[in-house]
């Protein structure tokens, strides 16, 4: 069975950062498309960025470039999302999910995780 585990959400201030994982299992890791998605409260959920793990390719929303990273540790099944000079507008629950492919941040994945809280703080 596909499994994916999101961990590493918490408190932080604004300006601070927050490193979230997302390990996976039943797949194989290196040829999918693992995406981050977040839902604030009231809102719809959006894509945050998404990582091809063939070739390492990447696509961020426009409200995080330069701020959050997406990368991926094959050898660990595990991807990561490093995300720097927090804003308070970022507070949201995260999933990661998986599928054959990035499109964009289209939440076609197929599989998901559970999320994980980001909260900050101004």
């Known amino acids: 069975d596909v499994q994916l585990q999101a961990s590493g959400g918490g408190l932080a201030q604004a300006g601070g950062s927050l490193r979230l994982s997302c390990a996976a299992s039943?797949?194989?890791?290196?040829?999918?498309?693992i995406g981050w998605f977040r839902q604030a409260p009231g809102k719809e959920r959006e894509g945050v960025a998404c990582i091809n793990s063939s070739d390492g390719t990447t696509v961020y929303a426009d409200s995080v470039k330069g701020r959050f990273t997406i990368s991926s540790d094959n050898a660990k099944n595990t991807v990561y999302l490093q995300m720097n000079s927090l804003k308070p507008e970022d507070t949201a629950v995260y999933y990661c999910?998986?599928?054959?492919?990035?499109?964009?941040?289209?939440?076609?994945?197929?599989?998901w995780g559970q999320g994980t809280q980001v909260t900050v703080s101004s």
């Open positions: 999910a998986a599928d054959v492919m990035c499109v964009g941040l289209l939440q076609h994945h197929r599989w």
């Open positions: 039943g797949f194989t890791f290196d040829d999918y498309g």
